[in-house]
């Protein structure tokens, strides 16, 4: 089997065409028509240790959310981390690939999968862009919850160590709208959505008051909230594929640690 026909249906469910300009997601490290050495590891990040772990199970494609080379590359020479993984994935005949923004924007992608696992229902793109696709999501839970309650959930769900959030507003929460990842440039959004709270990450000071009383924002954590795209892409590929070892990351680690 080729590297090509194990990352099809991926594309399909999140074709490259709906990265954003500025991503690098697709195929990095390796060659389309080469055979899959062993199987296939996937992780949010690569990693020297996510690189290990594929060498430690035999598997010859690493699938990620976040793209290993982000920045152009002039030299390979071990200097940084990036640099020492790409050169330990050729060395160890190990293909790259990154389903990163595409896979955020792809209808019942990232942020629909959390939605899902908070149990919102009819929900709807919070920032379209084409053809159903588009940032963020918002909907509605079945039963209003106390916002104590909502945070409990999410910290619960997510095995968040602790959320960030703005003045809570003593209301009850009902709509929910999420970006998973940075999600502080779709505040308008979640404004015009009438969320009560909205959830997402990478939240700079400033970006509690914006708010300013009408929802509740919540910072959940970066890589909290993008975990389940190895559940995404392990669903993907484990629908269609029985012909090769599939591996969620025991590595795949949140590099920000807390001190709580
Ligand atoms: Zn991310």
Request: hydrophobic share 45%.
């Amino acid at each position: 089997m080729l590297i090509g026909d194990i990352v099809k249906p991926i594309e399909e469910f999140a074709p490259l065409s709906l990265q954003e300009s500025y991503d690098n997601a697709g195929l990095i490290v390796g060659r389309l028509d080469d055979e899959l050495q062993g199987g296939v590891l996937l992780a949010v990040d690569v990693t020297e240790e996510v690189i290990d772990e594929a060498i430690e199970k035999g598997c010859g494609l690493i699938i990620t959310h976040h793209p290993i080379i982000f920045h152009p590359l002039k030299r390979l020479n071990s200097a940084s981390v990036v640099e020492r993984c790409v050169e330990k994935a050729i060395r160890n005949n190990i293909a790259l690939y990154a389903c990163h923004t595409n896979l955020d924007s792809a209808p019942n992608g990232m942020s629909w999968r959390v939605g899902e696992m908070l149990g919102l229902q009819n929900m709807e793109v919070l920032q379209p862009t084409i053809e159903g696709a588009g940032f963020g999501v918002v909907g509605t839970l079945a039963e209003p919850m106390t916002e104590g309650d909502f945070l409990a959930k999410v910290k619960d769900a997510f095995s968040v160590d602790a959320l960030r959030h703005s003045a809570l507003l003593s209301r009850e929460v009902r709509r929910v709208a999420i970006c998973t990842g940075a999600g502080a440039s779709l505040m308008k959004e979640a404004k015009a959505s009438k969320c009560d709270v909205y959830l997402t990450a990478d939240l700079k000071y400033n970006d509690f008051y914006t708010p300013d009383s009408h929802f509740v924002v919540v910072d959940m954590g970066h890589f909290e909230s993008e975990f389940c795209a190895i559940a995404i892409l392990f669903d993907i590929l484990s629908k269609i594929f029985i012909n090769f070892a599939l591996h969620k990351s025991a590595q795949s680690k949140n590099p920000v640690h807390y001190f709580v």
